[in-house]
């Protein structure tokens, strides 16, 4: 299975500001999504990441709020945008990967703390 | 779109003793149904999947099962220990499609008591 890394793996931010979550594969892969776990939560998709072409977005995720940028098969990033306590969560990367690249991996995680 | 619920939400065990976690999804068009562990602070891991052409998949202490006719599959987890506490998540999606349409249920948070 692929290695997924993130970064950064936690942050606390002020309400207003903005940040950029890293995620690198160790391998081409065709799909990388981001996902979104609130405390106590599951697992939410917020968007597939796209290679070359703009990021396809769920139901209630828009691009303002979390531009997404994949400009190669081994990198994303997943911006959260103006910033607010309710944006406090956990944001994984993960990657379709395994023998028939359909098996979901996730990487660390990001821990975001909105103050 | 496809739904899936999954119960207990929360389940208490004594060390030894067997677990059972239930999913059931909506979307008769599913073909995968991978189960997750996350532990605390930890990046959630797949730990056994199984296809639908499959009733049954097992791997060491973990098995799981499927009915595809009810639309539901359950992890088993046989001779529990203290290590096997976490957070479990099923999930369904149409095999084939490259990681894409999980849709995941809600967790079961496992605790296997000393």
């Known amino acids: 299975s692929a290695v997924i890394s993130q970064k950064p793996s936690r942050d606390i931010c002020q309400r207003g500001t903005s940040l950029t979550i890293q995620c690198q594969v160790d391998?081409?892969?065709?799909?990388m999504f981001w996902y979104r776990q609130q405390p106590g939560q599951s697992l939410t998709l917020i968007a597939t990441?796209?290679?070359?072409?703009?990021?396809?977005?769920e139901s209630g995720f828009v691009i303002d709020k979390f531009p997404i940028s994949r400009p190669n098969l081994t990198f994303s990033t997943l911006t959260v945008s103006n910033m607010s306590p309710e944006d406090s969560s956990i944001y994984l990367c993960?990657?379709?990967?395994?023998?028939?690249?359909?098996?979901?991996?996730f990487g660390e995680g990001s821990r975001l703390t909105v103050l | 779109g496809e739904n899936v619920e999954q119960h207990p939400s929360t389940l208490s065990v004594q060390e030894g003793d067997s677990a059972v976690i239930k999913c059931t999804y909506s979307?008769?068009?599913?073909?995968?149904f991978p189960w997750y562990k996350q532990e605390l602070g930890k990046r959630p891991q797949l730990i056994i999947d199984?296809?639908?052409?499959?009733g049954e998949k097992k791997d060491q202490r973990i098995a799981v099962t499927l009915n595809k006719t009810a639309k539901h599959f359950s992890l088993h987890i046989t001779e529990t220990q203290p290590e096997d506490s976490a957070v479990y998540f099923c999930a369904a999606t149409l095999r084939d499609n490259y990681g894409q349409n999980f849709v995941f249920g809600p967790g079961t948070r496992l605790s296997v008591l000393p």
């Open positions: 979307d008769s068009a599913s073909n995968y």
């Open positions: 199984i296809r639908s052409n499959v």
């Open positions: 990441a796209n290679q070359g072409s703009e990021a396809t977005y």
């Open positions: 993960s990657v379709g990967s395994g023998p028939w690249a359909g098996e979901l991996f």
């Open positions: 391998s081409q892969v065709t799909m």
